[in-house]
């Protein structure tokens, strides 16, 4: 994984906010994390118990800012109070949220998705990768003095069908109308709310996902910059969002694939 970062500067400085699901240095938050620092940002980290907080800890360290870390399973209300109580503590208000977090069980990222797709596996999906941006934006707004950016990260399986995504692709489906209900609310507030949904990255949310190389394999060939997506680009996507590069931009989806969700048919030698 490339670990470029744009030029440094000012895009960010005067913003603060809040980053949810940095679990390694592959993390596609961390990719966003490392962008938005590099521009002045200064930042929140939540994490998901003592294990990430010891892995997430040294990275956060290393940014140019001085970062602060809270706990949040983004399952646990007190968990979710206590953060946001963190940084209202720490800041008296917020400026972005990026949400990039996502949860399936392995069982439930292969096979039929009709056959495979239980009760619990439904909600703990929707819970996890939908409901919990809902939850967080709820919590964020209000923080947001002076309006705001909030950007949840999705995929195309929201859109069609991709084999094995199975409730995951349900999940984002119901993040990315999320999104826009939640845009809704807040525009007149001065606070935009977008997704980027990102062609195949390798990260352990990927690697839970049955089949990942092959999506890696035909993400690299179908699309139309016949290259694998690139963290560089995500996260260059997120810095507009969050940026005042983004104004007016609220309740979209922002395709960054390499072009791959526009394609139809894969390429054929022309026999006319
Ligand atoms: P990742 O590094 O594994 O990040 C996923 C994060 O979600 C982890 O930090 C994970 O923490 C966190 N999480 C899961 N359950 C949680 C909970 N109950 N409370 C708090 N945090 C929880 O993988 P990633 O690929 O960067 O994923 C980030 C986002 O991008 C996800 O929404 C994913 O669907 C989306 N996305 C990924 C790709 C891709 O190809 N990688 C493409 C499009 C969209 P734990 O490690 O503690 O579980």
Redesign the pocket.
């Given at each position: 994984m490339s670990e470029e970062v744009f030029p440094a500067g000012e895009l960010m400085k005067g913003k603060r906010g809040l980053i949810?699901?940095?679990?390694?240095r592959?993390?596609?938050?961390?990719?966003i994390a490392r962008q938005l620092a590099a521009q002045g940002a200064e930042l929140c980290f939540?994490?998901?118990?003592e294990?990430?907080e010891r892995r997430?800890r040294p990275l956060v360290e290393s940014l140019p800012c001085e970062p602060f870390m809270v706990s949040?399973?983004?399952?646990?209300d007190a968990?979710m109070d206590a953060a946001f109580a963190a940084i209202e503590k720490k800041w008296g208000g917020m400026d972005f949220l990026v949400?990039?977090?996502?949860?399936a069980g392995k069982e439930e990222l292969q096979g039929s998705f009709v056959d495979k797709t239980t009760r619990e596996g439904f909600r703990r999906a929707m819970?996890?990768?939908a409901f919990?941006f809902v939850d967080a934006g709820r919590r964020a707004w209000p923080l947001m003095n002076n309006g705001g950016s909030m950007v949840?990260?999705?995929?195309?399986g929201a859109e069609r069908v991709v084999p094995s995504y199975n409730v995951?692709g349900v999940a984002?489906a119901a993040?990315e109308a999320s999104t826009r209900y939640m845009a809704r609310d807040l525009g007149p507030k001065g606070i935009r709310v977008n997704a980027?949904?990102?062609?195949?990255?390798?990260?352990?949310?990927?690697?839970?996902?049955s089949g990942?190389r092959a999506?890696?394999k035909t993400g690299r060939e179908w699309s139309m910059m016949k290259e694998d997506?690139r963290m560089e680009g995500?996260a260059g996507a997120a810095l507009y969002l969050l940026s005042d590069l983004g104004h007016s931009c609220t309740g979209e989806t922002l395709h960054v694939?390499a072009g791959f969700h526009a394609v139809a048919v894969p390429d054929f030698a022309d026999e006319e």
């Open positions: 949810m699901g940095v679990a390694n592959n993390s596609i938050a961390w990719g939540s994490y998901q118990g294990e990430l997430v949040a399973d983004v399952t646990s968990d949400h990039a977090i996502a949860f819970e996890i990768s919990s949840t990260l999705t995929y195309l995951m984002k993040l980027i949904s990102a062609g195949p990255v390798r990260t352990l949310a990927m690697a839970g996902i990942g999506l890696m997506t995500i694939d």
